[in-house]
């Protein structure tokens, strides 16, 4: 089935995944407690909640801009069984628009975590790993990617335990950015930390004034909206706050859509304010029934 396809001038977007995976519930929701979180996103016997791995891809003319690429088909079998994914999903989407891994021309990665990363290489039935998108450029913060490498911080060091084999072959490709950057002309990458210290979102601006952000991991999932649910994961907390509201403010501003990389039933929403102040999502995108 095609996926969902938002058009914003003359760009398009197409909210790929890279299908459905499972995570520690109290890992996705930090300090909010879990009679609380579990309403929305009940856990199973393992305390794990579902999620998505929601990978926007924005096409101008022959510029296919892939935004993170989900965890791929690298995780060995122990893996695999403890996040509850597979193969991935992303070459399938990509399939049903009638492209090949061959077309993409850039992948950007919000940062490095392997739920975001792991798909940047293709485990081939040789067990080697090989770049999966062979003509892209692969675009990272450089603090990021140093800080992935750099194994000197204990508490990151299981975080980012899968880089070199994810990057190592990628040699050539990986171009490092120092701060927010344009991609092409209406693409952003812009720095928010919060989650990880060079974390980084993705804009889409056309000059008609419509947008489109993928909010990555400051707003995981529809339930990431409300301003103190945050993950455990996060860094420093009070910055993915700070880059929540400020994100936040210009996508209702502006009417943007966005979306949640991590939520197990909507893929993309555009977000408005109520009388009360409160947020909520006046339009959405749902992720496919046997997703
Ligand atoms: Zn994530």
Redesign the pocket.
Known sequence: MKPPKLTLGEFQVFLLSDGVWRNDGGCMFGIVPRVLWERDHPADERNRVR?G?TCPLVIRGREAILV?TGIGNRLAQDEREAFGHGEGRLFEGLRALGMEPGDITHVVL??L?F??SGGVVRRAVSNSLRPAFPKARYLVQRGEYETARSGANVRLRAAYRHVPECFDPLAGALELLDGCAEVISGVSAVVTAG?TKDHQVITVKTPDGEGFAHL??IV?TRSHLKPAWN?A?DLDPLRTMEAKAWLLEQAIAGRWWVTF??DDQLLAARIGRMADGRLAMSERIAMAEGE
């Open positions: 999620l791995l993170d919000s940062h975590h739920d975001h989650h990555a991991d995981p993950q994961y990389a991590h």
